[in-house]
């Protein structure tokens, strides 16, 4: 009998338990979130010179100012390389969250340049989805405009073309630490010197560490596989650090090479880094939200 | 068998019954929307800041007068994408806490008739989570009912600095120390 009382009380006061807590309980699990797509793996959408995975939402445009001065070693007279500079304008635009197209152009071989840029997966875990990395698939292709030395020998407009293939693979492993890979094939239409090939592949890898909310330290390497023997070009090597302000991100980076479009560093680098043919530059990032 | 034990055990076992009649009945008192919207505003003299969440959840009790409600802080919407960018990574840090949530009683319950049609003013006080912080809050919510459905509407003001959310020194003039913070839900019967 008393059993009973007390089976029914119990019965009673849990239910009273469960009443108050309930409630918290059943709104948590309304608010469950079905995915959580990685964002911001990198703060631009350039690592230092090379394109990172990060693309621009719908409607954003992206102006980007870069800017790389002469060699490091190249003396008090030039000022150790401030004197010289070469320059890339361009823009990124948003056409939807995943797709974005860009054009620029170089003082570098005075080029012009355009890529399309596909966002194929989103890294993500949380409602049953797990997806370890993010793949973004990159085409460019730069026209040089430089004007022949020798009047009347004009090369083609084909031979002026290059293209580049690119696949990024990226992973964010933690707030703080991300790191990507970029297989790399470039095509030139015309080589400069025989023995040079016409594809070049190569393996691109970089990461990023924040050092605080605002501020990373950025660097990545690309590798040639099929440099020939005796070639005067050298692996593309930057490091450099990430400024977040408000709606701008300033990049400011040591490398070895000049140009800041994938065919001419990934392939036309020169400048040996551990010899002092360091260049220092900057990118300048502004975004601007023209559709919403 | 004692006739008289076998039915005070009937007896009891009604009363389990009845008991647990009564917290299905209980559970008829549950309200909920599972779209609610929450918005906050920042006046700052650089630029003004607007963000709406529409899918906050939200359950009032009107037998008990509890009140609770949840948000994923990445459902926030802005205008610009880059402000929503920075938003979850640099000042809610929506990675280390996805969710704000606010849990709380209605004081005046006694002066509402939930049952009945009419206008009423709701005071709230709980405690509301953000960041991680949790601090006490007190609102008053205009409340709504009519045919069945509970709309409720509040304004009230958050300061940034209370819930450790630090803003650099840089974009002072772009982001407001209060921001004020509106909450409108339309609250359905739930089904038990």
Do not use: C
Not at chain 1, 197 to 214: E, I, M
Not at chain 1, 222 to 228: C, D, E, I, L, M
Not at chain 1, 246 to 275: C, P, W, Y
Not at chain 2, 161 to 177: G, M, S, T, W, Y
Request: hydrophobic share 35%; net charge neutral.
């Amino acid at each position: 009998m008393r059993s009973y009382i007390t089976i029914v009380l119990l019965i009673s006061s849990f239910f009273r338990v469960s009443g108050q807590e309930d409630l918290m309980d059943l709104v948590e699990k309304e608010t469950e979130a079905e995915s959580n797509y990685a964002e911001q793996t990198f703060k631009g959408t350039r690592l230092v010179n090379g394109h990172s995975i990060e693309t621009r939402k719908k409607g954003v445009l992206d102006v980007i100012i870069g800017h790389r001065f002469g060699r490091l070693n190249s003396g008090g007279y030039e000022l150790f390389g401030l004197d010289d500079s070469q320059a890339r304008l361009g823009v990124d635009y948003g056409i939807t969250d995943r797709l974005n197209a860009g054009v620029g152009r170089s003082s570098f071989e005075k080029t012009f340049d355009g890529f399309l840029k596909y966002k194929i997966v989103r890294q993500q875990n949380g409602g049953g989805r797990n997806v370890p990395l993010s793949v973004v698939a990159l085409t460019s292709v730069a026209l040089n405009t430089l004007k022949s030395t020798t009047p009347g020998n004009e090369p083609s407009f084909n031979s002026r073309l290059t293209y580049t293939y690119q696949a990024i693979l990226a992973r964010k492993f933690s707030p703080s630490f991300s790191f990507q890979l970029s297989p790399s094939w470039v095509h030139r239409n015309a080589v400069p010197q025989s023995q040079d090939p016409n594809d070049v592949y190569a393996l691109g890898a970089g990461g990023r560490l924040k050092l605080s909310k605002r501020l990373s330290l950025n660097a990545e390497y690309y590798y040639q596989f099929n440099r020939p023997d005796g070639s005067l070009t050298q692996n593309s090597f930057a490091v450099g650090f990430d400024v977040e302000t408000g709606g701008h991100v300033f990049q400011l980076h040591f490398t070895n090479s000049r140009a800041m479009i994938e065919k001419a560093f990934i392939a036309e680098t020169t400048g040996d880094f551990f010899d002092g043919d360091i260049h220092f530059g900057f990118n300048i990032s502004r975004t601007f939200q023209l559709h919403e | 068998m004692d006739f008289k034990k076998h039915s005070s055990m009937k007896i009891f076992f009604i009363g389990l019954l009845l008991a647990g009649l009564a917290t299905s009945v209980s559970g008829q008192s549950k309200y909920i929307d599972r779209q609610g919207k929450a918005t906050f505003f920042s006046s700052a003299p650089m630029e003004d800041i607007k963000a709406q969440n529409d899918q906050a959840v939200s359950i009032i009790d009107t037998e008990s007068g509890e009140v609770v409600a949840s948000m994923l802080m990445r459902s926030f919407n802005f205008r610009k994408a880059l402000m929503e960018e920075h938003f979850n990574e640099n000042y809610v840090e929506s990675h280390k806490y996805p969710k704000a949530s606010f849990k709380g009683k209605v004081t005046n319950i006694g002066e509402v008739d939930f049952s009945k049609d009419g206008k009423y003013t709701l005071v709230v006080s709980g405690e509301i989570t953000l960041h991680g912080i949790t601090r006490p809050l007190t609102l008053k919510a205009n409340a709504v009912i009519r045919n069945g459905a509970i709309q409720a509407h509040a304004v009230f003001p958050l300061t940034v600095k209370d819930f450790e959310i630090e803003v650099p020194r840089l974009v002072i003039n772009n982001i407001a120390e209060v921001v004020e913070v509106t909450v409108s839900f339309n609250y359905q019967k739930m089904n038990p």
